[in-house]
């Protein structure tokens, strides 16, 4: 009787973990469709306009009416929320292409260029490592001035490094995986080698990393928002709602809570969302 229990609790906790992993990545889906459509058709989710004013419904909280309250100006915090993801989505989309591309480029030059320009560029990816990516962004933007266009170079570069050792790294694996070892031995060009074999099997892994790298950046940007270094208010981007809305926390809550809570939605999506792909391209792999 006790194997039997045994069998039956571990197909039971087997069954819960698979049950619980399809909720993921259903939840991933529907909560990423839909941002996409608040994202692209705003109007679709929210008839409101992010910038009617109604000093007559100032600072009210989550209601029926305004189902996640008014801001200082009477301004619906639903109709922000949704009309700013375009800008909080897109700052994120490409901050993570900036991070991804450079990290492509620097991170195949120190795994694949000659003993000069590898080592150049491995060191210089060190150095980069270890120089904060705060400060690097607060740098970029001190010189540049906040913008949505600056907000996208500062966290790209800000978050590259990581990535292109991570680059370099799997250059450097599938250039001594038995494969590449096999398309030598018969001859092949190394242009050919380099295009069917390295990039990519090296490459693959990008995909993941990128859906994982939106959630990121738009953490980061959100961040440097909130510090009045991004999208500059009355613009509905999630970051500059909260700095908006700090200060008026002790009276009206949700001012801050809400885009908070929308900005950890997002970043969970993309994360859970980079892991199933993770998972699923690792699978393929084997």
């Known amino acids: 009787m006790t194997a039997v229990a045994e069998r039956t609790n571990a197909r039971i906790t087997v069954a819960h973990r698979l049950a619980r992993i399809q909720w993921d990545r259903y939840a991933a889906l529907a909560a990423t469709v839909v941002f996409a459509v608040a994202a692209l ?33 009477g301004r619906d915090l639903y109709a922000r929320v949704v009309h700013g993801t375009a800008a909080s989505l897109g700052v994120g989309i490409g901050a993570a292409g900036v991070s991804l ?22 060191w210089s990816l060190e ?5 904060p990516a705060l400060l690097l962004s607060l740098l970029l933007i001190a010189v540049l001035g906040p913008s949505a266009l600056t907000l996208v170079l500062a966290v790209g570069l800000g978050t590259a490094p990581g990535y292109a050792r991570m680059v370099r790294g ?28 390295i990039l990519p099997n090296a490459l693959r892994p990008l995909v993941a990393v990128f859906a994982l790298s939106i959630g990121q950046s738009i953490v980061w940007a959100s ?9 500059a208010p009355p613009a509905p981007e999630w970051g500059a709602l909260l700095d908006a809305g700090r200060g008026y926390i002790t009276v009206a809550p949700w001012l801050t809570v809400i885009p908070g809570l929308v900005i950890v939605l997002l970043a969970l999506t993309t994360t859970t969302l980079g892991r199933h792909l993770q998972s699923f391209l690792e699978k393929g792999e084997r």
């Open 223 to 231: 961040s440097l928002s909130f510090l009045g270094l991004g999208i």
């Open 170 to 197: 799997q250059v450097l694996a599938a250039k001594g995986s038995p494969y590449v070892e096999a398309a030598v031995a018969l001859g092949h060009s190394r242009e050919r080698i380099l295009r069917r074999h």
């Open 41 to 73: 058709w705003p109007h679709l989710l929210s008839a409101q306009g992010p910038y009617a004013m109604d000093f007559e419904a100032t600072l009210q909280p989550p209601s029926a009416e305004h189902w996640f309250g008014t801001d200082e100006a």
């Open 101 to 122: 591309t450079l990290a492509v480029v620097l991170g195949g030059l120190a795994a694949l260029g000659n003993r000069f320009v590898a080592g150049l560029v491995g």
């Open 127 to 131: 150095v980069a490592f270890a120089f």
